[in-house]
């Protein structure tokens, strides 16, 4: 069987000038970076057309470890609507280092929905990851620079500094440090930490903003720490907003690629789902709705997730207004959450996926709160049986629920051609049904329990001490108005990554807050999430290899 690379570096590669010219893009407003990838620049951006289009959000069931194909299942989608006669984009995400060299070893799609050129997106790109890190980290330099060569003019609390450093890489020993080490002339010692790239709030900052003044703007709100009589202390005052605009001149740009079939995709933007808003750039879906007819766009993990803080964030900021969504559902993941073995699921089951089928309900019953009408893909393996995947259809056909089987991975368009009809259906017969779940004037408490209740199934948030202590402090600071972006596990519905499928009975515990105040959220931890991630026991690096002709093996 042919790995994902393989089929990647099989593929006919148009010019990337070729792909922008479907989109009515000419080559003198495109930022080449070679023959195959380009940068749009935000002028071609058209807000009167923009709202004219369909925006279709593919989400899914909570996923295995292994994740459930909504990269794949989006690309394959968009595929299927350009081969129906719809003029489609794809827009997603870029992506980041840690997951490539860890679990995922690749995050551009698979099989035969994939974007390319799949090499270079998946390491390094157009130095977007790059250019975060680096603005970032350039605070976290002014703001140690300030207590070491200033004098401390600001008065900063080095105890009460919140803001960390960031990298694109997993590693847990970097969660918590002592800087400043060594003697006066190395600066003032201090704990703090990192975080992964795409949990850094200048990522998340990209992702909302809508130019490059709004960028520097959200720069400049953001909140670094506080000083020793507790007043707040924003990036501004270091006056490191211009600096850290100016390393995301082209950053800020959304990139062009294509599929398999030469069609249009933008990647833009990296931030994960469940310890961060886990979609694409405002501006690159912008992007997407004003130089075609449909844009498929995916927010990562599962509907309480990435999906939420889509709708409820992303949309609201934005002023978008999806009309469509899909759920992407695997005959695997029915049977891990109907309570079969890990080590099993490839294994016939059909009393497991029976058992798993209520994860499925909670899902499509979250999409509904928005006012939306899902469309269930099941993202079939070769793996399925008949037996099994009848079951999930015939099941969502009793509930009203429009199903289609998604075979891209295998089939590229002509799998997707199903999913594509029933996708276009429902956004046609939708164009101002979409309605967020809750409004941002709510206290924080209220919004936290909504989200909890009706999105995770709980019956109740329970606060730490701390955390109580944090959201008093939000409301003195005028924060409390912000929309909410919860860290939890994206392993199970509820705050512990041990309640599979559909628990119930159960209470989501905040432990503490960040705080986004640029970006434009507040971050609740909920149970044992950490904002670095780890790598896993057996990690991708160890496969990906290079040959002496440059050759790059082991990306899947």
Known sequence: MKTDLDIAKAAKIRPITQVAAKLGVEEDDLYLFGKHIAKLPLRLI????????????????TPTPAGEGKTTTSIGLSEGLNRIGVKSTVVIREPSLGPVFGIKGGAAGGGHAQVIPMEDINLHFTGDMAAVEKAHNLLSALVDNHLQSKSNTLNLD?????????????????????????????????ETGFDITAA???????????DLEDLKEKFGNILVGFTYDDQPVYARDFKAQGAM???????????????????????????????AQGTNTLIATRMGLSLSDYVVTEAGFASELGAEKFLNIKCQYGGLSPNASVIVATIRALKYHGGAKLSALKDPDAEAVGRGLETLDKHIENIRHFKLSPVVAINKFHTDTDQEVDLVKKHCENQGVKVAIYEGWEKGWEGAIELARLVKEAAESCTTCFEPLYDFNWDIEKKLHTIATKLYGADHVEYTVKAKAQIRQFEKLGLDKLPVCVAKTQKSLSDDQFKLGRPNDFTVKIREFEVAAGAGFLIPIAGTIMRMPGLPGMPSAEKIDIDKEGNITGLF
């Open 200 to 210: 850094s709030e200048v990522m998340a900052a990209l992702c909302l903003a809508s």
């Open 46 to 61: 058209d807000p009167s057309q923009s709202r004219k289009k369909k925006l279709v959000l593919v989400t899914a069931i």
């Open 158 to 190: 080095p105890r009460k500094i919140v803001w960390k450093r960031v990298t694109d890489m997993n590693e847990r020993v970097l969660r918590n440090i002592i800087v400043g080490l060594g003697g006066p002339k190395q600066g003032v010692p201090r």
């Open 245 to 275: 605009a100016a390393l995301m001149k082209y950053a800020i740009m959304p990139n062009l690629v294509q599929t398999l079939e030469g069609n249009p995709a933008i990647v833009h933007g990296g931030p994960f789902a469940n310890i």
